[in-house]
């Protein structure tokens, strides 16, 4: 890993043993885009800068050759000869628009810098890292720029984000500021996004990119199960085992826009950060602005190699604390099992038979606090409610504890029930505009979290019961989107930085608990997978994938959400039948064998299972905690697609290749159907593993490929609908 200065040519080469960023100062002072992608030879790339005259253009007053309008941008203006899409727009006292940044200095530095107050990447060591900090600076107005680069040594990724200071003497205001600005040569790609709503996130949905604009973006306040910070470009041939691709995230978790702009001369250009649309920032003289994190990362084998990349990096150097690489507890969820209707009684009777199965958490979901019988009323009070739990959340915890669990609880610390103590005593304390009715969603509404009483509020309360009942765990749920974005009390001229500071004060909240409970494992839910991102990773390693529990469902949005997300931070339980959202029946076996590839666990009442099912949830449970260890750390294959097959294949391989666990689903029954081979991915060609009764070569696995249709290492053919096997492959 390096970067190289070119003093001569004013380039900078930023590599690691995969990829290149190559920029350089161009003609008019400010930096460009020469190369992203393989890594390439160090040398001169000026000429790939480039000069003509074309009719109908604007270029340099005193080179008119030059011109921006098809030179590739490392963070493009708006308004001077390129009029493409910007990364970023001040306003300027006098109304104008326009700014010229030029390059100022270079800073070259081991390891990362920290964002203040923003989840990011890190390093654990400074030679994990390099750093170039590109300063930039408006000589009309003072105003500078710092652009930030960081390539990592371990992986193909380059973390960029930008800082905005306001050096001059003038009041600015920041309309527009994307974290990362990509200018790519040539389009000739396949855009990937990953959409859905509640109960159905993430499915993959391809574009190939043509002239003008395609973007996502979510104006929630939260990332949101709609579409995803996260974008896939994809060469046309490229698949899940080769091609070349690159993917953009948002390290972040609030309102954003990913763009791709084709223009008239074919040229791509990326770009991913904060949404601009309700946004606005007043930058004061001293002031300064500092975007999220946004990470690029290349692959050039393909899309599971792209994917597995990113698993690792946030495995490793986005998740935080105690929990990161640990394997994470089998937990009982009560919410399917009880909705808010229970008592301690009855509470502990799950328990005690999820002890008995071999679990190690048991969480207590939404309920338990206020006058919290229905979604109605209660949300905001965060006292227990005695008339359910008589001895308090304390009583309970020790019982659970005692039976040898760990004790998990659920809040919702964001949202307020307008039939609440709390917001009887304070009206003011929710966004809401002025003389404008206020919007419910689930009954409930947003609290204004920028607001230090109500940041005070959550602090003390979530710090108390955390503290007193000894909590392991907390689900951290967050229900409802954002509407009516105004916090009251607050000048106009503030209003615009409500969203961005609504999700830094989200932020704020988690870090302080973690300050203070750093062995507390947090799972982070948004009515499912509405705020799973790699900002909120940063705060809580893992995040229920979805409220939708059927298995059939699950193989989908857990297929989908492994693009861009490891394994280990997908929440997935084995729930009920009938399922509560599908009212399709699959067997236990298949519930369990599509929860294995995420964080497992259970979401139902064990006492209503037969014996039979019982005894089949203890082996799962012993499955798990042997195996877990590789599921969550090793190397995710996507073999068969959900969304394209009845068929459903995945695999998990050790990083020292020894074992491995491949797993597939059928959906629907067949009848004299043709026979199907999967070929499997990641092995040691020469080895030869042992699956079941039967041994093959990892050459002949990848190749040939197991016949799923049949039998492979004398398992049980699949029969009927929703069935589903686990091999699990041990070399030697
Ligand atoms: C939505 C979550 O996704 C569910 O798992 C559950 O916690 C409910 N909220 C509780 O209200």
């Not at 691709?245 to 084709?262: D, I, M, P, R």
């Not at 615009?496 to 302080?512: D, S």
Request: proline fraction near 4%.
């Amino acid at each position: 890993m390096d970067i190289i200065y070119n003093e001569g040519a004013k380039q900078f080469h930023l590599c690691n043993e995969k990829i290149s960023y190559i920029l350089g100062i161009m003609p008019n002072g400010e930096p460009g885009q020469l190369y992203f992608g393989k890594r390439v030879a160090d040398k001169d790339y000026s000429y790939l800068i480039n000069k003509d005259f074309r009719a109908m253009m604007v270029g340099m007053p005193e080179d008119e050759s030059f011109s921006l309008e098809f030179n590739r941008r490392e963070y493009p203006s708006f308004g001077t000869s390129d009029l493409r899409l910007p990364a970023y727009e001040l306003i300027y006292e006098n109304g104008s628009h326009v700014s010229a940044f030029t390059y100022l200095s270079h800073e070259i530095s081991k390891g990362k810098p920290k964002l203040h107050e923003l989840p990011a990447v890190y390093t654990e060591d400074d030679d994990e890292a390099m750093t170039l900090s590109l300063k930039l600076k408006d000589e009309l107005t003072g105003m500078e720029l710092k652009l930030l680069y960081t390539i990592l040594r371990d992986y193909p990724v380059i973390a960029r984000s930008v800082l905005f200071e306001n050096k001059g003497s003038e009041q600015v205001s920041l309309e527009r500021c994307m974290s990362l600005s990509l200018d790519l040569p040539d389009h000739d790609y396949v855009w990937m996004q990953f959409s859905g709503a509640w109960a159905r996130e993430k499915t993959p949905i391809e574009k190939k990119l043509d002239s003008g604009i395609t973007a996502i973006g979510s104006l929630r306040g939260h990332s949101s199960a709609n579409q995803n910070p996260f974008v896939i470009f994809k060469r046309p041939n490229t698949d899940e085992f080769q091609g070349e691709a690159f993917a953009t995230a948002l390290v972040y978790s609030g309102n954003f826009l990913t763009q791709a702009e084709v223009d008239t001369y074919g040229t791509l250009r990326v770009m991913t950060g904060i949404h601009p649309d309700r946004f606005s920032w007043e930058l004061a003289p001293d002031e300064s602005f500092q975007t999220p994190e946004a990470l690029l990362v290349w692959s050039g084998d393909g899309l599971n190699d792209l994917s597995q990349s990113l698993h690792r990096l946030y495995r490793k150097r986005l998740c935080r604390g105690a929990w990161k690489e640990k394997e994470r507890p089998i937990l009982l969820n009560n919410w399917e099992a009880t909705l808010m209707d229970f008592t301690e009684e009855s509470v502990l009777k799950i328990a005690k038979k999820g002890q008995e199965a071999g679990v190690e958490l048991f969480v207590l979901d939404d309920g338990w606090f206020g006058k919290r019988d229905d979604d109605f009323a209660g949300l905001g009070d965060w006292y227990v409610n005695t008339d359910k739990l008589p001895e308090g959340i304390t009583g309970l915890a020790e019982k659970i504890h005692g039976m040898g669990m760990k004790f998990g609880l659920w809040f919702e610390p964001e949202m307020v029930n307008p039939d609440s103590d709390l917001y009887r005593a304070n009206p003011d304390w929710v966004l809401a505009a002025p003389g404008r009715e206020r919007s419910l969603g689930r009954h409930q509404m947003v609290l204004d979290m920028t607001k230090e009483e109500v940041q005070e509020y959550l602090y003390e309360r979530m710090h108390a019961i955390i503290s007193e009942a000894k909590i392991d765990y907390v689900k951290w749920d967050m229900n409802r989107t954002i509407s009516e974005c105004f916090s009251q009390g607050r000048p106009a001229s503030e209003q615009g930085k409500t969203y961005h500071r609504y999700i830094l004060a989200v932020y704020r909240l988690y870090e302080r608990l973690i300050a203070d409970f750093p062995e507390l494992l947090f799972e982070s839910c948004a009515s499912g997978g509405s705020r799973l991102d790699a900002g909120m990773l940063y705060y809580a390693p893992q995040a229920w994938g979805s409220d939708d529990t059927d298995a059939v469902e699950r193989l989908k949005i857990q297929y989908g959400t492994s693009y861009g997300y490891p394994i280990s931070s997908i929440g997935a339980h084995v729930s009920e039948c009938p399922n509560q959202q599908t009212g399709r029946t699959t067997s236990i076996d298949t519930r369990g064998n599509v929860s294995f590839f995420g964080t497992g666990g259970y979401e139902l009442d064990l006492n209503k299972l037969s014996d039979g099912e019982f005894e089949e949830v203890k082996k799962q449970i012993e499955f798990l905690k042997k195996h877990r260890g590789l599921i969550q750390s090793g190397n995710f294959y996507r073999l068969l697609s959900p969304f394209k097959d009845n068929y459903c294949a995945w695999m998990v391989v050790s990083e020292d290749k020894s074992e491995a666990i491949f797993a597939y689903y059928r959906v629907l029954a067949e009848v004299n159907a043709g026979r199907r081979r999967v070929k499997l991915m990641g092995l040691d060609p020469d080895a030869k593993y042992t699956a079941g009764e039967g041994s093959f070569y990892g050459s002949e696995l990848m190749n040939i490929g197991l016949e799923i249709s049949a039998a492979p290492g004398n398992l049980e053919p699949l029969t009927g609908d929703f069935d589903s096997r686990i091999v699990v492959l041990r070399k030697g």
